[in-house]
C-alpha cells in the first residue's frame, strides 16, 4: 500500500507571495505507460475538492497558471507563484498508480 | 458536468445503506466512476470504483464484503449498497467521476456528497 505524505500540515502566506507544497510517496509512481499518476486537489471551505493538476504537471481545465505541478519519482511539489484570497482551503496530492488510490493528508493553505 | 448525490442520513450500526449519484453533462457509458469519503473534519478516503463497463470493481480493504458498488448506464447512475454498517463508515461520501474516457486514471469532477452517519 502507498503512502502519500504531505508538508507541511499548514502554512500562512501573505497574498502575492509564493507557496510551496511537497508530497512524497512510499514507492515510485511512474507506471509500465511512461506516465506517473499523482494529483492535486484543492478543497476550498465549505466545498467538494477540485482538480488542479493531474499526471504531475498538467494543470486541470480553468486552473490559473500560478499554479504548476512538478516532480518525478517519490517526490512531488505543488507550488503557486502568488497566493490570492480565493486559494484558501486544504490541498491535497493523490496517487492512481496502484490500489489503493491514497490521498496525503492533505496541506491547509491560510491568508 | 453534475454529480448529485443522494440516499444518506442517520443510519444504526449493522444496518444498511443505498447511496445514490445522478450524472449529467457528460457521456455517462464511457468513464469509470468513483466514491470517495471524507469523515467529518478530516481528510479524504478513496472507497471504491466501478469501470465504464462495470466488468472490473474495486474497494479499499476496510468495506470488502461490506459495500458493493454499482452502476446503470441507461439511466446515467451509480450507487453504493452499504451493509453491515459501523461508526467508522460515517463521513460525506462523494460521487467522483473519471478523469480519462474508457480508463481509469484519477478524478476529475466531483459532487457535493451525501452524509451518512452511523450511530445508535
Known amino acids: 500500500e502507498i503512502v502519500m505524505t504531505q508538508t507541511p500540515i499548514s502554512l500562512s502566506v501573505t497574498p502575492g507571495q509564493p507557496a510551496s507544497i511537497s508530497c512524497k510517496s512510499s514507492?515510485?509512481?511512474?507506471?509500465?505507460?511512461?506516465?506517473?499518476?499523482v494529483f492535486w486537489y484543492l478543497q476550498k471551505p465549505g466545498q467538494s475538492p477540485q482538480l488542479l493538476i493531474y499526471?504531475?504537471?498538467n494543470r486541470f481545465s480553468g486552473v490559473p497558471d500560478r499554479f504548476s505541478g512538478s516532480g518525478s519519482g517519490t517526490e512531488f511539489t505543488l507550488k503557486i507563484s502568488r497566493v490570492e484570497a480565493e486559494d484558501v482551503g486544504v490541498y491535497y496530492c493523490?496517487?492512481?498508480?496502484?490500489?489503493?488510490?491514497?490521498f496525503g493528508q492533505g496541506t491547509r493553505l491560510e491568508i | 458536468v453534475q454529480l448529485v448525490e443522494s440516499g444518506g442520513g442517520l443510519a444504526q450500526p449493522g444496518k444498511s445503506v443505498r447511496l445514490s449519484c445522478s450524472a449529467s453533462?457528460?457521456?455517462?457509458?464511457?468513464?469509470?466512476m468513483h466514491w470517495v469519503r471524507q469523515p467529518p473534519g478530516k481528510g479524504l478516503e478513496w472507497v471504491s470504483s466501478?469501470?465504464?463497463?462495470?466488468?472490473?470493481?474495486d474497494y479499499v480493504d476496510s468495506v470488502k464484503g461490506r459495500f458493493t458498488i454499482s452502476r446503470d448506464n441507461a439511466k446515467n447512475s451509480l450507487f453504493l449498497d452499504m451493509t453491515s454498517l459501523r461508526a467508522e463508515d460515517t463521513a460525506l461520501y462523494y460521487c467522483?467521476?473519471?478523469?480519462?474516457?474508457?480508463?481509469?486514471?484519477?478524478?476529475?469532477?466531483w459532487g457535493r456528497g451525501t452524509l451518512v452517519t452511523v450511530s445508535t
Open positions: 514507492q515510485s509512481l511512474l507506471y509500465s505507460d511512461g506516465k506517473t499518476y
Open positions: 493523490m496517487q492512481s498508480m496502484l490500489l489503493p488510490r491514497a
Open positions: 453533462g457528460f457521456t455517462y457509458d464511457d468513464y469509470a
Open positions: 467522483v467521476k473519471d478523469r480519462v474516457e474508457g480508463g481509469s486514471a484519477g478524478f476529475d469532477y
Open positions: 499526471e504531475v504537471s
Open positions: 466501478i469501470s465504464w463497463n462495470s466488468a472490473r470493481r
